[in-house]
């Protein structure tokens, strides 16, 4: 039973555009919601989070959209630059229980 | 520099030979947890500790076992290790259990069961 879903296995986008990461959950009493950002041989690195009474954190070229209504959340990255290429987690968590999407792969390309 | 060590980085054994991996951080975290990751599932809770000598089982806890007997070292045990146990394996600390500051994870363990 996956309640956090990311859809998209990859994604590849041009350098300087957008970049759209989705995810979807189903459990309405997640407080908090995060990302995550892998490359290979490493560990996942927390990236940006928002809590469940807003709709929008931003920090530098990443911001994080919250639909509470449509149980779905969005990280956006602009522009978006070669090094970003990784693997993007979504994450939410209710108390002590953070579950994790099965990850977008991104590709930028120069 | 604030980190989670995991050791062995990567592990080749056979079916039913014990072995433990290692976790330690260095941030007075009370919160540590492991996961596995596998193809198209993401990363799966298997054992999580909210305190020294407080674990609780997350949600792939057969054929695992932990400890916390010190607040800074979180080990895994596989007491019989089969193949279906072969994946890649994080450890992750927290201040708290709650979500909203992020874990730090360990760089991971390959573990390849033969």
């Known amino acids: 039973d996956q309640q956090v879903k990311q859809n998209s296995p990859s994604l590849s986008v041009q350098e300087g555009r957008i970049s759209i990461l989705n995810c979807d959950y189903t459990?309405?009493?997640?407080?908090?919601f995060l990302w995550y950002k892998k490359y290979p041989a490493e560990g996942p690195t927390f990236l940006i989070s928002?809590?469940?009474?807003?709709d929008k954190n931003e920090d530098g070229r990443f911001t994080v959209f919250l639909n509470k209504s449509a149980k779905h959340l969005s990280l956006h990255i602009v522009p978006s630059q070669p090094g970003d290429s990784a693997v993007y987690f979504c994450?939410?968590?209710?108390?002590?229980?953070?579950?994790f999407g099965a990850g977008t792969r991104l590709t930028v390309k120069p | 520099e604030a980190q989670v060590t995991q050791n062995p980085r990567y592990l080749i054994t056979v079916t039913g030979k014990k072995l433990t991996v290692t976790c330690s951080q260095n941030?007075?975290?009370?919160?540590m947890s492991w996961y596995r990751q596998d193809p198209g599932l993401g990363l799966r809770q298997i054992y999580y500790?909210?305190?020294?000598?407080?674990?609780d089982k997350g949600d792939v806890p057969e054929g695992y076992k932990v400890s916390r007997k010190e607040k800074r070292n979180f080990p895994l045990i596989l007491e019989s290790p089969s193949p279906n146990q072969t994946s890649l394996y994080f450890c992750?600390?927290?201040?708290?259990?709650?979500?909203?500051?992020?874990?730090?994870f360990g760089s991971g363990t390959r573990l390849t069961v033969v």
């Open positions: 941030m007075n975290h009370e919160y």
């Open positions: 994450a939410a968590s209710e108390r002590d229980d953070m579950r």
């Open positions: 928002i809590s469940s009474i807003k």
């Open positions: 459990n309405s009493m997640f407080d908090y």
């Open positions: 500790s909210m305190n020294v000598e407080v674990t």
């Open positions: 992750a600390s927290s201040l708290q259990g709650r979500g909203f500051h992020g874990y730090t």
